[in-house]
Nanobody, 127 residues
Framework: QVQLVESGGGLVQAGGSLRLSCAASGRTFSNYAMGWFRQGPGKEREFVAA????????SYADSVKGRFTISRDNAKKSVYLQMNSLKPEDTAVYYC????????????????????WGQGTQVTVSS
C-alpha cells in the first residue's frame, strides 16, 4: 500500500495558477504511474492527468490539455500538477492517486486503474 497526501490547493482568480503536490510514502513509488482526478460539486470524479512510472509519458483530459502539466520526482516520491489559466469550471476537490499495477506499459486513465487515493485538496477558482 501507499499513503498519499495532497497539498497546494486554495482560492485563486480566473486566469491564475496553482501548483498541487502529492507526497507518497510506503511502497516503491518509482514503480507506479500516478494520476490526478477531480470532483466538482454535484459531479462524478473525473480524470485530469496521469504520468507513467518513469515520468516520460504524460496524459491529459481534453479539458485541461495545454493548461495543466503533470510531473513527478521519483527521488522525492512526489507528483505535481501545475495548473495555469484556471477557469471557474476547474473548481473541484483534486485527488492524487497511485496505479494498482507496477511498471504498467502505458498510462492509466480510468478510476479503476488506481488503488490508492489521497484525501483531496480543494481548488476554488473565482470569476
Amino acid at each position: 500500500q501507499v499513503q498519499l497526501v495532497e497539498s497546494g490547493g486554495g482560492l485563486v482568480q480566473a486566469g491564475g495558477s496553482l501548483r498541487l503536490s502529492c507526497a507518497a510514502s510506503g511502497r516503491t513509488f518509482s514503480n507506479y504511474a500516478m494520476g490526478w482526478f477531480r470532483q466538482g460539486p454535484g459531479k462524478e470524479r473525473e480524470f485530469v492527468a496521469a504520468i507513467n512510472w518513469s515520468g516520460g509519458v504524460p496524459s491529459y483530459a481534453d479539458s485541461v490539455k495545454g493548461r495543466f502539466t503533470i510531473s513527478r520526482d521519483n527521488a522525492k516520491k512526489s507528483v505535481y500538477l501545475q495548473m495555469n489559466s484556471l477557469k471557474p469550471e476547474d473548481t473541484a476537490v483534486y485527488y492524487c492517486a497511485a496505479d494498482l499495477r507496477p511498471l504498467r506499459n502505458g498510462v492509466p486513465r480510468r478510476l479503476t486503474d488506481f488503488g490508492s487515493w489521497g484525501q483531496g485538496t480543494q481548488v476554488t477558482v473565482s470569476s
